[in-house]
T-cell receptor
Framework: AQSVSQHNHHVILSEAASLELGCNYS??????LFWYVQYPGQHLQLLLK??????LVKGIKGFEAEFIKSKFSFNLRKPSVQWSDTAEYFC??????????FGAGTILRVKS | DTAVSQTPKYLVTQMGNDKSIKCEQN?????MYWYKQDSKKFLKIMFS???????INETVPNRFSPKSPDKAHLNLHINSLELGDSAVYFC????????????FGEGSRLTVL
């Protein structure tokens, strides 16, 4: 079965620190890759996506992610986090028969 | 203005009751979904409808029944609620099911006592 694993459940960083959140998936075929973010009290929203082309994709708010096919990975990065980046981040992969498979999420807390 | 809206946002009820959660999207999307987020924060798909037709029906107890009166609405009715049904239920929609890009509602937190 397809699965998505996010390596860190909780991450605490100080403002201006660099961020990297790991995401690995278990499917060998062609997939689309997503990072969603859920800010406190808000709904899940798309941060960035990869369908094809340049494996380094840029999203909103200075986030980027790199697709490494050989490693089945799609890690999220940001060079310098801000307090407002405090949120929960979900990696998702698919679709598998119209379904997205989500990771368990990583809670990021940025200390000001 | 809200693209995908769900009601109610919070629902507290007793075991054995029947409840419904409603979802509406104004994005003109053809496909709508219900996801369940359990206590461990995993988001798992429950159902998907494309133009009012059920296309995904995961292993969900038949106490859960989705209904799509039109392609902009997807409601979730739950009979005989159990403690384990407590979760956050997210509605989502997508323009093209093939891309997997979803637009989510704010979630409905159901607590069964």
């Amino acid at each position: 079965a397809q699965s998505v694993s996010q390596h860190n459940h909780h991450v605490i960083l100080s403002e201006a620190a660099s961020l990297e959140l790991g995401c690995n998936y278990s499917y060998g075929g062609t997939v689309n890759l997503f990072w969603y973010v859920q800010y406190p009290g808000q709904h899940l929203q798309l941060l960035l996506k990869y369908f094809s082309g340049d494996p380094l994709v840029k999203g909103i708010k200075g986030f980027e992610a790199e697709f490494i096919k050989s490693k089945f990975s799609f890690n999220l990065r940001k060079p310098s986090v801000q307090w407002s980046d405090t949120a929960e981040y979900f990696c998702a992969v698919g679709p598998y028969g119209n379904k997205l498979v989500f990771g368990a999420g990583t809670i990021l807390r940025v200390k000001s | 203005d809200t693209a995908v809206s769900q009601t109610p946002k919070y629902l507290v009820t007793q075991m054995g009751n029947d409840k419904s959660i409603k979802c509406e999207q104004n994005l003109g999307h053809d496909t709508m979904y219900w996801y369940k987020q359990d206590s461990k924060k995993f988001l798992k798909i429950m159902f998907s409808y494309n133009n009012k037709e059920l296309i995904i029906n995961e292993t969900v107890p038949n106490r859960f029944s989705p209904k799509s009166p039109d392609k902009a609405h997807l409601n979730l009715h739950i009979n005989s609620l159990e403690l384990g049904d407590s979760a956050v239920y997210f509605c989502a929609s997508s323009q093209l099911a093939e891309t997997g890009e979803l637009f989510f509602g704010e979630g409905s937190r159901l607590t069964v006592l």
